[in-house]
C-alpha cells in the first residue's frame, strides 16, 4: 500500500514537471509574463518532492528539470549573455531541491524517533501491566504451593520405603519444590527488593558464603579456592544481595564442573571499584550462548528456572554496577560482577 501510494506521488511530481516544461516550451515568445510565471512553477514539484522524499527526491526532481530545460538554456539564453536570469533561476532550482530536502530528511528522522520512543512507551506500558499481572497470578499460585510442600513430605514420611506410593509421592514433593522454587524466583525477579545499604567487607562475604556452600556439600566434592585481595576497602551494598548473587554463581559452577574440576572465587580493587571473580574449569558456555544467558528463562541447566543469572543481573545493576560472563581461556568460564566502592 505504501509503495503505491510513493509510485503515485512520485508520478505526480513527474508529470508536473513535464506539463510545466512542455507549457513553457509551446510559448513561441519568450521573456513574456505569463513565460516567467510558468517558469518558476518547477519550485512546485521540486519543494513537493523534497517534502515527500527528503533530499534524494529534492535533488532528483531539481536535476530533471535541469536536464529538460538544458536545450532552452543552451539555445535561446547563451544569446542573451547579460540576461542571467534563466541561469541562475536553475541553479536555484537545485539549491532548493537540496536545502529543502535535507530540512525534510531531517524532519523525517526525527518523526521517526518520535513514533519509534511512543511505541517503546506504549510497549512498556502493556509490558508493566502484564507483568503485574503475572506477578499476582504467580503469588495466588505459591500460596497453594506452600501447602502442598509439607503435606507430601508428611505422606512420604507415612509410607513403607520400597513402596511405590512412596515413590509417587516423592516424585510429587519434588515438582512441588521445583514449581515453588520457579515461582519464588519470577516474584523476585518481576518485583526485586531496592537494595538495603550496609558498609560491608566483601572478603568477609565471599569467606561466609564459601563456607556455607561448603557445608552443604558432601567431603568428595569439589572445594571451592579463594585468592582474596587484602585490605580490600569496604563497600556499601546489601549483604543479603550480594550474597544471593555468589550463592547463584557458585551453584551454576558447582553444576557446571560436576565431580571433577576447580572453583575459585577471587576479589581485587581497581579504579574506585571492587571486582569479584568466580571461575571453574567445567563444561562452559557456548559462544552463541554468551550474549542470552543473563535473559529471563534462558537456562543451560536440565531444569533450571533460566532466571537466576537475570535476578544477578538486577541485583548488581540495583547497586550501580556491572556483571559479566566470559569463557576461560582453556574450558569452562569466569563470571565477573563490579562494585563501586564509596556507593
Known sequence: ??????????????????????????????????????????????????FWFGWRGGIGA??????????????????ALFDL??????????????????????????????????????????????????????????????SLQPTAS????????????KELTGIVREEVERLNTLVTDFLQFANPKPPLWVETDLNHLVEKTVEMVQLQLSPTSVP?????????????????????????????????VGDEGRIEITTAVSQNAV?????????????????????????QAAGGTGLGLSICQKII???RGKIWCYPNKETGCRFTFRLPIGN
Open 154 to 165: 508428611l505422606l512420604e514420611s507415612d509410607l513403607p520405603t520400597k513402596s511405590q506410593r
Open 85 to 146: 536570469n534563466s541561469y541562475l533561476e536553475v541553479i536555484l532550482y537545485n539549491v532548493m531541491g537540496v536545502v529543502i530536502g535535507m530540512l525534510s530528511s531531517a524532519e523525517m528522522r526525527q518523526r521517526h524517533k518520535y513514533n519509534e520512543t511512543v511505541a517503546q512507551l506504549a510497549k512498556a506500558e502493556h509490558l508493566a501491566q502484564l507483568g503485574q499481572m503475572v506477578a499476582s497470578l504467580a503469588h495466588e499460585i505459591r500460596n497453594p504451593l506452600q
Open 224 to 256: 571451592i579456592r579463594t585468592a582474596l585481595t587484602k585490605d580490600l576497602p569496604p563497600c556499601r551494598v546489601d549483604p543479603e544481595q550480594i550474597q544471593q548473587v555468589l550463592l547463584n554463581l557458585l551453584e551454576n559452577a558447582i553444576e557446571a
Open 275 to 299: 571486582f569479584v571473580d568466580v571461575i571453574d574449569d567445567g563444561r562452559g558456555i557456548e559462544t552463541a550462548d554468551l550474549p542470552h544467558i543473563f535473559e529471563p528463562f534462558f537456562s
Open 1 to 50: 500500500m505504501r509503495e503505491d501510494h510513493a509510485r503515485l506521488k512520485i508520478t505526480l511530481i513527474v508529470l508536473l514537471i513535464l506539463i510545466f516544461n512542455f507549457l513553457h516550451y509551446a510559448i513561441s515568445t519568450p521573456m513574456t509574463k505569463l513565460h516567467h510565471i510558468i517558469f518558476r512553477l518547477n519550485y512546485l514539484p521540486i519543494v513537493m518532492a523534497a
Open 317 to 319: 545493576e540495583a547497586h
Open 62 to 79: 531539481a536535476l530533471l528539470t535541469t536536464f529538460i530545460l538544458l536545450p532552452d538554456l543552451v539555445i535561446f539564453h547563451r544569446q
